[in-house]
Every structure is written in structure tokens, then in C-alpha cells.
């Protein structure tokens, strides 16, 4: 599985933007994706995951409300939409596939994750 993320860009504070996550190789069938990002002198952190047996999707307390998971799998390509933007969702931001099913509480570790796609960087201003 090879993934491959894009979409990051300047916003402003209040705005939105849309990433995408596209895989290459072979199918992502029966992967959880999930998001993550980093900030600058920070640690990685969970953003959200959708599963793939039931197309849930689970967010952080951070992004819950602002930011939406979906995918589609005949393009093999998982969105994350972001909306509401704040100056601290400025970070470079990961897409991960992860053989799933996991309970929800794995799927919000990197660790548990198999392939991660190489990074997109968004910036807020305010």
C-alpha cells in the first residue's frame, strides 16, 4: 500500500480546506485509514480514522465538530475535510492505512498503523 497525501495549503483562521489521501498499489481494501499531525516541536497526534467494515469515523476532541473523514473507495482515496480552521490546526498532516478491524481506542495510536503516506503541510494564519 502506498499512499499519498495532498491538498495542504495557507488558509486563513475560519477557513477550509480539503485533503486527500490517494492510494497506490494495491487496493486499500480492509484498511482502517486514519489521520494524524504534527506541529512544529511536537509530538504526532490522532486526528481521526474511519473504519472500513463500517465507514464509522471517530475524531478527536480537538477537530470533533470541524473536521469530517470520508473515503471513496472506488477511487481508492480518503478525504479529510476541515473546516473552522484554527491557528493551532497548523501542523503537517499524515494519512495511515491500518489493517483493520482494531477497537476504536488502537486506531487513535500511530503505532498500530502499517503504511503512512509522506505528509502534507497546512498552514493557518490569523
Known amino acids: 500500500v502506498q499512499l499519498q497525501a495532498s491538498g495542504g495549503g495557507l488558509v486563513q483562521a475560519g477557513g477550509s480546506l480539503r485533503l486527500s489521501c490517494a492510494e497506490f498499489?494495491?487496493?486499500?481494501?480492509?484498511?482502517?485509514m486514519g489521520w494524524f499531525r504534527q506541529a512544529p516541536g511536537k509530538e504526532r497526534e490522532f486526528v481521526g480514522y474511519i473504519a472500513w467494515t463500517s465507514g464509522n469515523t471517530y475524531y478527536s476532541d480537538s477537530v470533533k465538530g470541524r473536521f469530517t473523514i470520508s473515503r471513496d473507495n472506488a477511487k481508492s482515496t480518503v478525504y479529510l475535510q476541515m473546516n473552522s480552521l484554527k491557528v493551532e490546526d497548523t501542523a503537517v498532516y499524515y494519512c495511515?492505512?491500518?489493517?483493520?478491524?482494531?477497537?476504536?481506542?488502537?486506531?487513535?495510536?500511530?503505532?498500530?498503523?502499517?503504511?503512512w503516506g509522506q505528509g502534507t503541510l497546512v498552514t493557518v494564519s490569523s
Open positions: 495511515a492505512a491500518g489493517w483493520g478491524p482494531l477497537p476504536t481506542i488502537s486506531r487513535t495510536t500511530a503505532g498500530l498503523y502499517d503504511y
Open positions: 498499489g494495491r487496493s486499500f481494501s480492509g484498511y482502517d
